[in-house]
């Protein structure tokens, strides 16, 4: 807004700034232009006087020899003879004025007038004055004065009528120039709106335009969030009440199959907390995918099961089909594919009221993608897809967010999603997304030396369980609940490899990683073991030496991946 606001005030500078310089010349020319018109008007009127005045002087002078005899009247006459015979000069001084060696005010016509044949005025005016500089008045000198008043008249009204010429073209020059000036001002309004006030007003449209999106582009993003926060919590009742079900059953029947559908359970909360994290970077389509090796019967079943409690009581068939070895290790996103299964498997249930949901799970010939087909027999859904902006009574109308967040995942992952209708009724929904196979873990035969860990974690819990799944690795532990005492630790005892959480009392763990490197000199693997997934911490973590992450809760998985990332086992 700064900046339209600055840009404003420079346009509008820039146009008062024109139009100012516009009317300053214009004022300047018409002052030039009235000046010549008042000195026009000066010379017309005193070409004027010649006239009247040739004549008078010629009276004079016929007078002054009639009344010769009476000498109180003579002296009159010679008195006024004087004044006329001196104006007379001085009027043709002033036309004849010259700068710089030239005439001011004689045009060519002027020019020829008074100083070539026939007219000659020049030396007639000044042969005039010569008869009355003679001093000799007599009834002869009064009758060629009278006769060269007579030429003299006739000529200087040739100079005044081309003086009013003169005049007349000033004038019409002016009436001109007011013209062009008139005309100037138009061009220039007619400019400075083209090219500084319609784009102000442009810019200051679309800025308004740009604000108004932003706007819708909020209250969207608000609504979204309003409805992923809606939608969450039914996604995180699902997982929570098949591990609440699934625990009432253990305490009756004690069966450890119970046991392992908690745990799946668990794990599939696990993953819509992670979703929760990850909504706002999925929605800027910031999304990290993450490629490791993994079982892939568990991930399937990590999806799937949660949702087992539901259909039983809906009594819905849940059915699975997998082509494949119930062993196969795959490396693709696994968190984000059984995410996306679960979502689909979850809305198909929500909308079958009887029949079943079958989910296939195959590889294509190539053995490159896995293939997944959900299929049920619920309600279908109308137009063309889903995903299409027409949402309302679709058979997805109670997933409007969990379906766009699938395609965002998979165009992440560099999958693909498609609807179909059921032959007879219901919906068919195909995922198919890249995959490589991975020598399974039975085969792989991983020999583990003895290792040691040293544990930071301030969570006496957390750190119990955490320890737990180390010994798995032939890593003998030891736990420290802060980074100072890890440092102090680390000065006089040597470990294979350092496990450390972030958000520690005392000393956290950035604090403890920065001195272990800085201070100690110390190149042993860091590994952080952190429930905080902000990409800004882990990044902040590892530029201050950390060289793997794992993110709570932890799985023996991922804690076999960080230890091949650092080396320790193959």
Known sequence: MRNIIKSMRSRYFIAVLVMGVLVTLAAAAM?????????????????????????KIALHVNQIVFYKKEQK?????FTELDKSVRVFSAN????LGEKEGEYVFLSEALMTLYFDAPANLNKRSLDFLALYDSKTFNAEVAIKMANEAQVLLFYQQQAVQLFEQGANRKVALTRLFEFVFWVSAIVVLWLEVVFIFKPMEKKVRDTIDSLELQKQETQHALTMKTHFLARASHELRTPLQAILGFLNLYRQDGAQSQLTQVEVSAKQLVNQLNAIQEFSRWEQGDIQVSVVPDDLTQTLMQAISPHEYEAQRKKIALETEFSFSTSLVIACDHEHLAWIIGQLVDNAIKFTEQGSVLIEVYLDETQTYL???VKDTGCGFSGVSPLSSNMTETHFQGLQLGLVRC????D?????????????????VRVKTPIYLVQSRREQHCQLRPLTGLLVEDNPLNAKIIKKVLETFSITVKHVEHGLAAVDDLSTHHYDVIFM?????????????EYIRQTLGLSEPIIVVTANSEPVELNRAKA??????ILKPLRKESVRTALEHVGLIQ
């Open 412 to 428: 992440a992952m560099g999958g693909d999603i498609e609807f179909e209708k059921g032959l007879s009724s219901g919906t068919v």
């Open 407 to 410: 395609k965002w995942l998979l």
């Open 371 to 373: 293939q997944i087909a």
């Open 31 to 55: 002052q030039y232009l009235l000046q010549q018109k008042q000195e026009d008007a000066e010379l017309i009127n005193r070409a004027g006087m010649q006239r009247m005045l040739a004549q």
């Open 92 to 95: 043709h001084q002033m036309i």
């Open 73 to 77: 009247l003579t002296q009159i006459l």
């Open 501 to 513: 959480d972030l958000n520690m009392p005392v000393m956290d763990g950035f604090q403890a990683i």
């Open 544 to 549: 201050l030496g950390a060289d793997v992450t």
